[in-house]
Structure formats: structure tokens, C-alpha cells
């Protein structure tokens, strides 16, 4: 595998791996890579950015959804251009930052339906872009995202927020700021909790 970000169990003998430069999620079936990836997106992976984060839940009918945070690319993978983590060129940009559900085949061998649910910011620059995604047990879904290089992407989230609420009313988006301060100058983490109606 190159460049592994994150992983998740779905049972004792099948772990979901994600490729953060290729875009690809694997299936490692008794400690092997098997060599078809399960899932394969294009992605832009400078600096920070790609495959990103995964979380697992089972359905009330037995599927296993698969729960995907990714920087999607419009063509292939890893063709943005960054002169560094904060400046990337406005040519070949991503599409955003992006959280869609896909349904894992009886068979475990392919991700299907994918459903976009939320859809961030990927730019101006390459960093803190999050990746973390979790299940709550009220099935809620939380991730951390950070500031993407960017201080304008707090009231552009709110926006975003605030119109898919009003439009779609299909996904509920409770936002929390924390500051934390580190030996560097202060950093946001943007707390998103997505309800699932």
C-alpha cells in the first residue's frame, strides 16, 4: 500500500484501508491487500489533501454503510499544484472537501450508491483539512475539519450551513468553534456534526 491514512474494522478478518495519494480504498482480508481497491476516486493529494477519513455503521436492514471524507479532484489524481501548504494555483483546483456515504456490496467487494452529504471548502491551501469521521451511537456523524489556510472559511461554512439546512432540510449541520493554542499562532477546528434524517 502506499501512503495509508486510516483504517477501519469490519469484522476479525476484514479491515477497510485508505490510500491518501491514489484515492483508493482496500480491503485487507486475513492480513493481504487484496489487489482490486474497493473503491477508486479521483483525488488532490498535495500537502494534506486526498483520501482522507472513513467510519463504518451497520443499516436497520443489515447494510454496512461506508462513510468516505476525501478532497475530490475533477479528472485524475494529484494534479493541483501548491507552491507550499498555504498558496496552491487556482489551476487544476479541487472540487471541495468532501463527506459521502456509500453502501459496501453483500459480496465486500466493491463500494456502491455513493451519496454526497456534505460538501467544504478544499481551498486555498493544502493544510488542515481534517480527516477524523466518527459514528456516534445516536448515528450522528462527526469531523473535525480545520481552516483549510484559511480565516475567510468560518463565515463560508456558516453560509453553507444555513442554505443546505433551509433548501434540503435533509442534513443538519450544529457547528462548535474550540481555539486551541499550541506553540504556534492560534488554529480553529470546526466541529460538524451531520444528522441524518
Known sequence: MKYPTTIAFLDLTHILALEKNNGTVRMIENGTVLPIPLLDVNVSNKFERGMLG????RSESNVTNVFLYFTQ??????????????????TNEPVGNRVYKYELAENKSKLLNPRLLLDL?????????GGVILIRPDRNILMP????????????????????YFFFRKI???VKFMTIISVLPLFDILLI???RK
Open 121 to 129: 471548502p478544499a481551498r486555498p491551501g493544502a493544510e488542515h483539512n
Open 73 to 90: 479532484a475533477n479528472d485524475s489524481d494529484g494534479k493541483d499544484s501548491c507552491a507550499d501548504s498555504t498558496h496552491c494555483s487556482q
Open 172 to 174: 443538519e449541520f450544529c
Open 193 to 195: 456534526r451531520v444528522t
Open 54 to 57: 472513513i467510519a463504518l455503521s
Open 145 to 164: 475539519v480545520g481552516a483549510v489556510a484559511s480565516s475567510y472559511l468560518w463565515s463560508t461554512l456558516l453560509v453553507l450551513s444555513y442554505i443546505s
